[in-house]
Nanobody, 123 residues
Framework: VQLQASGGGWVQAGGSLRLSCTAS????????MGWFRQTPGKEREFVAA????????SYADSVRGRFTITKDSVKSTFYLQMNSLKAEDTAVYFC?????????????????WGQGTQVTVSS
């Protein structure tokens, strides 16, 4: 499975951005898609995840109520709508996919990764 992320950029605090991640190469076997983020010197952090062939989402406490993960199975694309952005949301965001029902919040559970896209929130 190949993943291509897009949609990052610069925004002022309180603003919104939408990230997209398009998958190719065998998405029918994917169990879950997710978004993670990383800042320099820190480990990759879970943001949100969505079941690909079923229903169900999960969110990090830090983004719940502000971010929404959705999917468009026809387009093999999933999204991260980010509202009410804060300076602490600044990071490189990565999309990921897994064929296994592991722990959604663990980066180790994901087999495939897209390239990162930078999100910068100015306070």
């Amino acid at each position: 499975v190949q993943l291509q992320a897009s949609g990052g950029g610069w925004v002022q605090a309180g603003g919104s951005l939408r990230l997209s991640c398009t998958a190719s190469g065998g998405t029918s076997s994917v169990y879950r898609m997710g978004w993670f983020r990383q800042t320099p010197g820190k480990e990759r952090e879970f943001v949100a995840a969505i079941r690909w062939g079923g229903v169900g989402t999960s969110y990090a406490d830090s983004v719940r109520g502000r971010f929404t993960i959705t999917k468009d199975s026809v387009k093999s694309t999933f999204y991260l709508q980010m509202n009410s952005l804060k300076a602490e949301d600044t990071a490189v965001y990565f999309c990921a996919a897994t064929k296994w029902a592991g722990v959604a919040r663990s980066s180790a559970a994901y087999d495939f990764w897209g390239q990162g896209t930078q999100v910068t929130v100015s306070s």
